[in-house]
C-alpha cells in the first residue's frame, strides 16, 4: 500500500513539472493576436494628378502677368479677353461684347478698394468709359453681372488649391493649341452650387494659364504673357450709376 502511494507522488510531481511545459508549447504554437486600436491607419493612397493640379493652380496665384486669349464663347462669335494679374494683387480682366447683347465691352476688376465692373466704349456704349462698384474686394459678382470668364484667374484657382473641395481630378488630352498639361476636373458634390465649373483646365509649367474649356466656352492663351504691372488701373472714373447687364435695356431706363 504504501509502495502504491509513493508511485502516485512521484507522478504528481512528474505532472506538475512538465504541465506547464506543455501548455507554454501549445500558446507559443499560434501567434499573439494584433492589437487593436492603437496602430495607425492605413494612408491612403495619393491622388497624383490632384496633387500636380493643386501645385500648378498654387503656382498661378502666384504668377502676375498681362496676357490675351481666344475666347470661344458657347454661343456668339470669338474675341479676344485681356487679363491683368498685377504684383500688389490686384487683377483685371476685360471681356469684349459681353453686356447689351453683345454691343458693350466690359471690363471686371478687383482692388483693395473694391470689386468693379465698368462699361468701355464700344458699339453699345458710345461714352467714356465708366466704373461701378459692386462690393468688397472677396465679394461674388452677382450672377446677372457675372461673364464667369475672369474665375479661372482668380477665385477658381482656390478651389483648385485646396485639397478638401469635392473634386475628382484626372489627366486629360491637351486643348487644341494649348501648351501644358491640361487636366479634366469634375465635381464629387450632389449641390447645385459647384464651386467651380467642371471642365478642362491647363496651366504651363511656370503656373501660366494656358486654356480653359468650361460652360461658358474655350479660352486659350494667345502668344507669350506680358510683364505685369505694379497695380491695375481701372478703366474709368467711378461713377454712381448702375452696371451693365447682358440685356438691352429698355429706352426708360436707359
Known sequence: MHAHRRAARRLTGALALTLPALLAACVNDHPEP???????????????????????AAAAQDRHLTATYTFAPADGAPRTVTVTSAND???????PGWAHRGTVDVSLAGTSDGLFQ????????????????????????????????????????????????????APATPLRGVTGRCYAVDSTSASLNAPLDVGIYCFREDGTPAGVRAAFGTLTLAGEPGAAPATVELAGAVTEGEPVGQDTPSPETS
Open 118 to 169: 465698368c462699361a468701355l466704349p464700344s458699339a453699345g456704349w458710345a461714352r467714356a468709359a465708366a466704373c461701378v462698384r459692386l462690393g468688397d474686394p472677396d465679394d461674388a459678382v452677382p450672377r446677372r453681372l457675372d461673364p464667369r470668364v475672369q474665375h479661372p484667374f482668380t477665385d477658381w484657382l482656390e478651389v483648385l488649391t485646396d485639397r478638401r473641395a469635392p473634386l475628382a481630378v
Open 89 to 95: 494683387g490686384s487683377w483685371r480682366v476685360d471681356v
Open 34 to 56: 494584433a492589437p487593436t486600436g492603437t496602430a495607425d491607419p492605413v494612408p491612403v493612397q495619393v491622388d497624383a494628378a490632384r496633387d500636380e493640379l493643386a501645385g500648378l
